[in-house]
Nanobody
Framework: QVQLVESGGGLVQAGGSLRLSCEAS?????MGWFRQAPGKEREFVAV????????DYADSVKGRFTISRDNAKSTVYLQMNSLKPEDTAVYYC???????????????????WGQGTQVTVSS
């Protein structure tokens, strides 16, 4: 069992930046971020996986968000720049231990989830 603890959410004006952190209690193969806005389905944001820290991003955040991983601290970060009101959502950290070559963009591919942290971007 892996526990995930998120931090770093908050309120920011459009164009601002926030950094989310997620610490895992054990080793993982992949760690990702999803988000869910009111009335919408949970959607993929970014993932980092493997020893080479391969990354993948949703088109909506490419060029603005950066995911990174500190393996020594078992922590993943999501640096969010140029934030937009449409980025407002609860952001969830997710992790899985299983190796796969498939894109890890579906919530069903992750066994472990954090409690979520609110990100609100005002216009």
């Amino acid at each position: 069992q892996v526990q995930l603890v998120e931090s770093g959410g908050g309120l920011v004006q459009a164009g601002g930046s926030l950094r989310l952190s997620c610490e895992a209690s054990g080793s993982t193969y992949a760690m990702g971020w999803f988000r869910q806005a009111p009335g919408k389905e949970r959607e993929f944001v970014a993932v980092v996986r493997g020893s080479a820290s391969m990354t993948d991003y949703a088109d909506s955040v490419k060029g603005r968000f950066t995911i990174s991983r500190d393996n020594a601290k078992s922590t993943v970060y999501l640096q969010m720049n140029s934030l937009k009101p449409e980025d407002t959502a609860v952001y969830y950290c997710a992790a899985d231990r299983r190796f796969t070559r498939a894109p890890m963009t579906s919530p069903g591919q992750y066994a472990y989830w954090g409690q979520g942290t609110q990100v609100t971007v005002s216009s």
